[in-house]
């Protein structure tokens, strides 16, 4: 069989080059062509009607829910929104060491003992795989490995086995013989993924591919690998901390934005069923510029420590510095809390923290920080037990936050006996034990802990 012809198309205007060049001959756009596989042409422009795809009303579909798997670890069957659905392709990236192939090498010995499971390792040898399911202490009798880097192999390996699940750690390894790039290109990537997927959809096998991140954090190669993936999601962490968190942030088959948590030690990772407690594990109370926030992460309440360091500044031009929160939604905090509250920090350095690791990315911190700021500003302590929740918009109001109930539910659980909230998430009943302050407006909260 003739070798397929490989062009090289332009990924601005789509314009093709029967060879490499530093500018698009079509476009004029420079680096911009990139190798891929030339379509066949098709021996007739029409089939006719024989040819044409069968027609089908949408009401005349059945839909039925799709059966899950569940993998065994419970924070990853969160993410993904109950297990695997057969033909689901999934992509998980993270930093280098941060534990994907740990945990997905923990899930496949869990699963191999009620499906047929594969492991395709492209990094490492069959040697090292198997020393590291022996220093986890995993069972692995049924789990089939393939160290394999070849596209074209792994494909006749699994078009051979038929496998219920299958994991490629990692996609940026492999390379297809009808491309000359190397791996980890653009090309190879995005034609791995196609073939993989390919494959997933027509013979009903799970495939979870493990892919490379950048320095930015996105995960490596082009853009278009997340489109045709089922489920993405996203492992983080600091390789100097025992928590990992991953993070779904595209699901065809879920919700999205659902947060696991994992503690990793010496044998593998361990899921986290109450994580606030762990956050919250070196909580010193009552310090200056310390507040609680109750997050909500997916369908999981989560109780964070907010710290804010406010100093004085000795350059030009302050610094704002945020770690787990967005850095441009401080500098918009800080101009509604010298507008409406009447404190400025525009000689001061400030400096705001998410205790953990943990990201918050939802408007909800806002309040939270806020009282962070002042509480350091004034360095005056906030009283102990106070949890806090609530946005804040530019005309000085404390909007409502979702799921209030949920919140406040989470934060009496863990102990919590105060908590200042917006005045549209009061609940109507009183709840035992926790005094609930309701405010309005920013300079209420800020003057209620003068």
């Known amino acids: 069989m003739a070798k397929p012809k490989s062009i090289y198309a332009c990924t601005e205007c789509g314009g ?23 379509e066949v042409p098709a021996r007739h422009r029409f089939a006719g009607a024989e040819g044409a795809a069968k027609l089908q009303l949408l009401s005349e579909v059945r839909a039925t829910e799709a059966e899950r798997v569940c993998t065994g670890v419970t924070e990853l069957d ?36 009620t499906v047929k499971a594969l492991y395709v390792s492209g990094e490492e040898s069959a040697r090292q795989v198997a020393l590291r399911a022996r220093r986890l202490a995993l069972e692995s009798g049924g789990l089939e490995l393939l160290a394999e880097i ?4 792994i494909l006749a390996t699994l078009e051979a086995s038929r496998p219920d699940i299958a994991v490629i750690d990692s996609i940026q390894t492999l390379y297809s013989e009808q491309l000359t790039s190397a791996p980890g290109s653009v090309a190879q990537v995005r034609e791995c993924v196609a073939q993989l997927t390919r494959f997933a959809k027509q013979a009903g096998t799970t495939i979870v591919l493990v892919g490379h991140v950048t320095k930015e954090g996105a995960i490596a190669g082009p853009r278009v690998v997340e489109h045709i993936v089922d489920t993405v999601l996203y492992f983080e962490g600091d390789t100097q901390q025992s928590f990992r968190l991953v993070r779904a942030f595209k699901n065809r088959f879920g919700a999205v934005n659902e947060l696991g948590v994992f503690a990793m030690t010496d044998r593998g990772l361990k899921c986290v069923s109450n994580p606030s407690a762990i956050f919250l594990s070196g909580h010193m109370g009552q310090v200056a510029g310390s507040c609680v926030l109750v997050a909500q ?8 420590e907010i710290q804010a360091l406010v100093d004085s500044s000795h350059a030009s031009s302050p610094r704002r510095l945020c770690v787990g929160l967005e850095q441009n939604r401080l500098a918009m905090l800080l101009a509604v809390l010298h507008r409406h509250a009447g404190l400025s920090c525009y000689d001061q350095d400030v400096f705001v923290n998410a205790v953990g690791g943990v990201r918050i990315g939802e408007p909800a911190a806002d309040l939270a920080v806020l009282l962070a700021i002042v509480s350091s500003l004034r360095d005056a302590p906030l009283p102990e037990k106070l949890a806090v929740f609530g946005e804040v918009g530019l005309a000085g109001e404390v909007r409502p936050a979702p799921r209030g109930q949920e919140r406040l539910r989470e934060a009496a659980k ?10 549209a998430n009061a609940p109507k009943r009183s709840f035992e034990g926790m005094e609930i302050i309701a405010v309005e407006r920013l300079a209420e909260a800020v003057e209620r802990f003068r």
């Open 78 to 113: 969160r993410v993904l929104g109950g297990g695997l659905v057969a033909g689901q392709v999934v992509l998980i990236g993270g930093d280098p060491g941060v534990g994907k192939s740990t945990l997905l090498l923990q899930a496949l010995a869990g699963m191999s003992k």
């Open 16 to 38: 093709q080059s029967p060879k490499w060049q530093g500018q698009c001959p079509s476009c004029g756009a420079w680096n911009t062509l990139v190798e891929s596989v030339a």
């Open 150 to 153: 070849q596209l074209e192999k």
């Open 297 to 304: 992460e997916g369908s999981r309440p989560l109780l964070v």
């Open 414 to 423: 863990l102990g919590f006996t105060r908590a200042l909230i917006p005045k």
